[in-house]
């Protein structure tokens, strides 16, 4: 193995731009050389090249990746339509480990064939998924050590901002949902959703394009319950909220993990506030039963005791997965310490059950037989196909 990786980035300055600072991931990581980037924007990939100290920039990251040859790469764009393209490129180049903005794809087929491509090439996938985030891993350690008792449900909510329904689901959901996963310790074994437009069900007529390529959506709210293999159930609710705090916004952004001794609430991600309660429901009165918040100060603060910013704790979350890469690649192993292509593709599959639900009315089970989006499988049953 080298003993210095040379990395590149790809990002497309007005289609997701960066994503959320993946460009500066390899940042001063040891053993890492930034020596590319691509953006097709001639502005954007000027600033980028100058942020990152990248000595060579191109406008295509194909012809990138054929001339520099990289051994690690930051897949950066929010946008999700261009994601399938550039992982697949990447593997097919010889790249040994990518970095990859959320969402990871847009159908399951995309994640299919983005998983197939990684694996026929040996190439090593994390995407950028906030399990990473030291409260998360907090949590996950107490409820190992017995705090709340054996996990029983689960839920998650989304931001209740001016994205909420499909657009919510998809753009945070995968952090949420990918924590239910992590805490729910299992996989799905059936959904249930229900997916309203302003309270009703959602028809055919309520079927658009998303924002930010993530392909057709319906609805402004949702709700969806999980049942996991193991017994753990989770419920996903995403509905807009008539208040405009936009911080009280952040912490509905959140999940509760219920146990059968307690409670642990996570909120306000990537910021982290971790808070526990005594018992296993919430009990109202006067019963001794407030919330104790659980604080890691040495993550909330820097050594000269000053409060981190967003950015720096996104910065400090990044470099995790290219660690994680890094040690994966030298290990010969798959990613594990960090949200994976297998564990991006789980958190897909539970978006689309929540569609694929509402689209036939009942029950799904995982695997899910339906790769495709489900609005366009209604459609073209309908006769609406192209319209």
Known sequence: MPTTYRAAIIGHTGRGNYGHQLDLAFQGLPGVEVIAVADPDAEGRAAAAKRTNAPLSYADYREM???????????????????????????????KGIFCEKPFASTLAEADAMLAACERHNTKLAVAHRRANPYELHAKKLIEQGLIGDVQMIRRHGKADHRAGPMDLIVLGTHLLDDIRFFAGSEVLWAHAHVTQDGREVTLADIREGDEGVGLIAGNGLAAYFVFRNGVTAHFDSYRSDDADTREQVNWHGIEIHGSAGILSLRGAPLGELYRYPYRLWLPGDRDGSWERIALPEWDRKTDGQPRSVNEKFQLNNRQFVEELIRAIEEEREVKAVTNGHDARAVLEMIMAIHESQRVGGRVYFPLENRDNPYEVWRKAAGCEGK
């Open 65 to 95: 990746l054929a001339r520099v040859q990289p051994d690690l790469v930051s897949v950066c764009p929010r946008w999700v339509d261009e994601h399938r393209e550039m992982v697949i490129a990447c593997a097919e180049a010889g790249v």
